[in-house]
């Protein structure tokens, strides 16, 4: 069985030149299909802790630095044998000028997230 994503392709980072300003951090990770749990949504339960917004999430922190406008995390691309989830960061101009702390933040958090 062939990867959805094979690992040569994973691990990238692409910057834009947005046509209107635009602040903004999107970062996505294949995930199994939803069909592979369908009674206990793991993609569900990250979507809610990785976008809670509550004292010691990542958001009150990036919040705290005045470096986040919105963040939200979820599945956004469901396929026959994966899916795809996805954090997405709108910034403020300050965080804008931090895109590599955020990034930083949000993999730190993450590692945070496993280690529970």
């Not at 994503?5 to 939803?34: D, N, Q, Y």
């Not at 804008?96 to 529970?116: C, G, K, N, P, W």
Request: hydrophobic share 35%.
């Amino acid at each position: 069985r062939t990867p959805p994503w094979p690992a040569h392709t994973l691990g990238r980072r692409f910057s834009c030149v947005p046509l209107k300003e635009a602040r903004a951090i999107s970062v996505c990770w294949p995930l199994p299909p939803m069909s592979a749990h369908p009674f206990a949504k793991p993609e569900l339960y990250l979507s809610h802790v990785l976008g809670h917004e509550g004292e010691g999430s990542l958001h009150y922190v990036l919040n705290q630095r005045g470096w986040v406008d919105q963040l939200s995390a979820g599945p956004t691309q469901p396929f026959s044998d994966s899916q795809l989830f996805a954090v997405n960061i709108s910034l403020t101009p300050e965080g804008d000028e931090e895109r590599d702390r955020v990034l930083s933040l949000l993999f730190e958090y993450i590692d945070l997230v496993r280690s529970a």
